[in-house]
Nanobody, 116 residues
């Protein structure tokens, strides 16, 4: 059974940093593109970052460009999201994604709250 499990969320002050991690299990994910999306309360889900299967290309939403960095772990089933200079508006449930061809998987999410 495929599972994506996020970790690393929490409460942080504005200007602080957090690193999210997502571990995928249930199959080999080395060919999968990976991504992170976020969903603030009452709002739609927004893709914030993604990375190709080989790490050769990345995408960032304008709202996080220059502050967030997505990377794949040495274990290809891992993906990380380094978040720096966090703002109050970054508060959301952050969800991990893995996709390849018609396969599209999501985790349950990890909460990030940016507040003083």
């Amino acid at each position: 059974q495929v599972q994506l499990v996020e970790s690393g969320g929490g409460l942080v002050q504005p200007g602080g940093s957090l690193t999210l991690s997502c571990a995928a299990a249930g199959r080999t994910f080395s060919r999968y593109a990976r991504g992170w999306a976020r969903q603030p309360p009452g709002q739609e889900r927004e893709l914030v970052a993604s990375i190709t299967w080989n790490g050769g290309n990345t995408y960032y939403a304008d709202s996080v460009k220059g502050r967030f960095t997505i990377s794949r772990g040495y274990d290809k089933n891992l993906v990380h999201l380094q978040m720096n200079s966090l703002k109050v508006e970054d508060t959301a449930l952050y969800l991990c994604n893995a996709n390849w061809r018609w396969y599209d998987y999501w985790g349950q999410g990890t909460q990030v709250t940016v507040s003083s």
